[in-house]
């Protein structure tokens, strides 16, 4: 992990961003910053004046709120901001700020690894439970075990959704001191358990999966491209015009430069023509590292598809022109080489 990719590091420079730009009568932008969701990612590397590594700043702000922004000042007043935030750090600089809305009313299924499907079961789970106790049912003592175990795994889940959990009661002992002094009737106990998770139920039921376009493999460990996949499948869908479909395209050659830091390893896949690969040289660490793992004639047809997949991938983020056809091929090949390298990585 970079340095400005360390939250704990990156935290003094930003809130000396927000200061700059209060100075300088930017209240608006500092407004906005103060409620942005913001990640840090290595997107380049310059080999001048001993090697820089080069960061973009993503700042996802309301729809709301971006609207009604000039963007590209916007930006540019960030950027001279951080620039002057950081003169001082050698060997490290960003070289772009880039500002995009994001829906506060839409979940995004993507930040937990489960099927929505399963969240419901276990909500409905929690929810018929609370009832069939109060109602006649099995004892306490006999689920309540695995009711807590279930209600904190919601909770987990919920937290990381970002969506409050109506229930409140982390045992069944507790839901019994609330029914046994309030609620007379089975009737009252179903009607507040069914009112009490009707609103939960209303949001998760209604959502659609917003899904990571075609990835099969476990991304939970591998958080940096976890985020710049979420980025592309959001500007995917947003796409209209040339400039937009080419930003995608610019997206995917820095999730594959990523993908091939994250696994290429110098000592263990050395290049096949002893020549030194750069950090930013994708193919050639790919193919390196493909070289290794997939050694033998045992392997040749996949060695042949991997390299191929690669070979495509990186060809089709390199294309200067611009289409909807073309933007979607590239994002297909870039993620079926995510899935096929996840897969060599037991990322499954």
Known sequence: MGSFENKEYFRPIFNTVKELLKAEDKKEIVSILENAEITVTQTGYDNWNGGIDCYTLYIYISVPEYVKLDIEKTEVH?????????????HEAFEKIIISPISNNKIDWSLINIPKRDLIDKVNYLKNTMISVSTGGPQIQIVD??????FNEVQRILKKLG???????????????????????YQERRNYINQLYK???????????????????????????NRTII????REKQAKNEEQYQAVGMLCRELIITLAQTVYNSERHPSTNEVKISKTDANR???????????GDKNEE???????????ANLLTHKRTATKKEMMLCTSATLALINFIGILEDKI
């Open 231 to 234: 980025e592309i499948n959001n």
């Open 145 to 150: 075990n695995q009711y807590k175990q279930t």
């Open 163 to 185: 969506i409050e959990n109506p229930n409140k009661y982390e045992s069944l002992w507790d839901w019994y001191g609330k029914w046994s002094n309030n609620f007379n009737t």
């Open 302 to 312: 996949l060695r042949v598809y991997a390299k191929a997949t690669n070979k495509l």
């Open 199 to 225: 609103q939960l139920f209303d949001i998760i039921s209604d959502e659609e999966d917003t899904k990571i376009v075609d990835i099969k493999i476990d991304l939970s460990s591998w958080e940096k491209i």
């Open 285 to 295: 660490m790919l193919d390196a590292y493909i070289g290794i793992v997939l050694a």
């Open 78 to 90: 960030i950027k001279n901001a951080l620039d002057k935030a950081t003169r001082h750090i050698n």
